[in-house]
């Protein structure tokens, strides 16, 4: 009997084992076929946690909040599982402490020693961060990231002048000179003791950090010392330095693991995760899950020839969203417009696909990424863009690499352009009597900080590295619209606004024309007839949700979490009521207001951003 031929095939975001032989080949052959090998994947993101998160509801937290114990129980289990072949990391944002870094660095060092080859794959991160992933065997970086490697900037605060404003004394002793609990209550700044405990505590912790940093990348603390101090660095340039070991795409990250593992591996997005209990009457799911029997859509037997329609809806973030009973959270995450992608790239009953644009623009790491999906995908099949009001900044990124653009005449659009910079607040604190006291490891430590503006050769740092995003904007720009444009690029970019149909006489669209027009276009591209149109991802209701993350069988973005809900919206609960009546009041500029809410949370969070340069609302 001849043998079946064994291949790999890499769908979207993991491996499959695929065997492929005469037809009647028989289970007897099966039974002998070798057990795929694993490779384990852990998504670092979400709130890390000591204490483990017990309940019926607990799988709604997966990827928001993961517990230290679970994640290195896991990660130790695969250090001793001989199926497992190697081990994926991959991270967005994960809120550590320094003693929490250490254990995990630990648990990736017993990885290593056992023979795991460990991958990390980022898409930006901080100092902290980065002393953690770089324990990796091989990290890798998105393009258009930054390695925020500045050392670390920490705080006190002292609130006796706002105790003062509103008439209130402190009246506090303590036992030793260096027990400096109450003083942000009686004094507007550090005793003296105070700041030497301080200092001595962010020295060790400083120098820890420049000992992890040089172990795993083979270079002195006073190399890593120094490397700090002139950061932050653009991905090609931590290349360079020898921070990082590749700057690649998705794709191309897997595409090296399936090369080094070398033999057939399916990748287990759940690795080791404790199975739940089985749903029933006496559970608090248990109703819930009939309902979802009762309810549930039946399953076409096979589907229909179509075109998918994929929504980038909102500012643009990096990460993934995070639904709730409330609904989906808002914005055009990355990571879930990237998997979106990559699910119609590899479903062989999609044709084409329309990516539907209504966005002023945002992180501009994240549109980086969506916009490398949209090549990737572009290079399997037709691929058309079609803009809402607005696809400006962002917007326009991250529709540029589209085999046609099609937009209405009065949408918004281009504003080629990069805007970046910190918000000063000192003077409002100074206002409410609080005073902040600033400590710094690194030169540029406090480059963000907001007590004071940047100085001049900050000012300059930072310059430059805007300079850099923007060159790689209109690079993006200049390569895919290059041979359509009808003036220089500088002529037309700048941050220069246009409508649709003034972006058209300048070849910055193809058409002029709706959404459904955009659909049919795609369609006749390979001659569909009878197609459906597909959202993807399907929306999902709630319940929906709620089961298949408790059952573990939903399909996840981030498989390979969700962003936890921070920002200055969270920040703000006094906000809440007052945005909720202008909602009933006057909805259009409650929109706008929390447009802007979230421009001042985007650029505190990544400081340079694509962005339209104002928001308006007419009447």
Not at 400 to 420: K, N, P
Request: aromatic fraction near 8%; charge should be neutral.
């Amino acid at each position: 009997m001849r043998r079946a031929k064994a291949e790999l095939l890499w769908v979207g975001v993991g491996l499959v084992f695929v065997l492929s032989g005469p037809v009647g080949w028989g289970a007897e052959a099966a039974k002998t076929a070798p057990a795929p090998a694993v490779i384990a994947h852990f998504h670092l993101s979400g709130e890390l946690t000591e204490s483990p998160v017990a309940g019926p509801f607990s799988g709604l937290l997966e990827g928001q909040v993961v517990s230290l114990k679970d994640l290195v129980r896991r990660m130790d289990q695969a250090t001793s599982d001989g199926k497992v072949k190697a081990v994926i990391l991959t991270f967005d944002r994960l809120q550590i402490g320094f003693g929490q870094l250490e254990e995990i660095r630990q648990a990736i060092g017993r990885l290593k020693d056992g023979g795991k080859k460990v991958y990390v794959r980022a898409e930006g991160m901080s100092t902290l961060n980065y002393a953690l992933v770089c324990a990796g065997s091989h990290l890798s970086v998105a393009p258009q990231s930054t390695i925020w490697l500045t050392g670390f900037y920490a705080e006190s605060v002292y609130v006796k002048g706002l105790l003062d404003k509103i008439g209130v004394q402190a009246d506090f002793l303590h036992m030793g000179a260096y027990k400096s609990a109450a003083e942000m209550l009686t004094r507007t700044s550090p005793s003296e003791p105070a700041q030497e405990n301080l200092n001595w505590l962010l020295d060790g912790w400083y120098n820890s950090l420049a000992d992890m940093i040089a172990q795993s990348r083979g270079k002195t603390p006073e190399q890593v010392r120094d490397l700090i101090d002139h950061g932050p660095y653009l991905a090609e340039q931590a290349l360079e330095k020898g921070l990082i070991d590749a700057v690649a795409t998705q794709d191309e990250f897997l595409a090296r693991v399936k090369k080094e593992v070398g033999e057939p591996a399916t990748v287990d997005n759940r690795y080791a995760r404790e199975k739940r209990a089985e749903v029933n009457l006496g559970s608090p799911l248990g109703f819930f899950s009939i309902l979802s029997e009762l309810f549930k859509t039946p399953e076409a037997t096979q589907k229909k020839e179509a075109v998918a329609l994929i929504y980038v809806d909102g500012a643009i973030l990096p990460g993934y969203s995070q639904s709730t009973i409330f609904g989906p959270a808002g914005g055009a995450f990355s990571g879930d417009i990237r998997k979106a992608l990559e699910t119609a790239a590899g479903d062989e009953t999609v044709k084409a696909v329309v990516m539907r644009v209504d966005s002023p623009g945002g992180s501009a790491e994240a549109s980086e990424i969506i916009l490398n999906a949209t090549r990737q995908l572009r290079g399997e099949k037709p691929f058309v863009v079609s803009m809402g009001n607005v696809a400006g900044s962002g917007g326009y990124y991250v529709a540029a690499a589209a085999d046609s653009i099609f937009a209405d005449e009065t949408t918004i659009t281009a504003s080629i352009g990069v805007v970046g910079g910190k918000l000063v607040t000192k003077g409002l604190w100074d206002k409410l009597g609080v005073n902040w006291v600033g400590y710094k490891r690194g030169a540029n430590a406090d480059f963000l900080a907001g007590d004071q503006p940047f100085d001049a050769g900050q000012r300059k740092l930072f310059e430059d590295y805007m300079q850099k995003v923007y060159d790689v904007f209109k690079g993006h720009v200049a390569k895919e619209r290059g041979g359509k444009l009808r003036k220089p690029l500088d002529e037309i970019a700048g941050g220069r606004v246009y409508t649709g149909r003034q972006a058209l006489d300048l070849g910055l669209i193809d058409q002029i024309g709706g959404l459904d027009k955009a659909i049919q276009y795609a369609a006749d591209k390979v001659s569909l007839k009878g197609y459906e149109v597909r959202v993807i991802p399907e929306p999902k209701d709630f319940l929906t949700q709620l089961m298949e993350e408790y059952s573990g069988e939903g399909e996840r973005p981030s498989n390979i979490a969700v962003r936890s809900a921070t920002g200055l919206l969270a920040n703000q609960p006094t906000l809440a009521p007052w945005l909720d009546l202008l909602q009933k009041t006057e909805p259009q500029r409650a929109r706008a207001l929390r447009q802007a809410l979230q421009r001042v949370d985007l650029i505190r969070q990544e400081t340079v951003i694509l962005m339209m340069p104002f928001d308006m609302i007419v009447q």
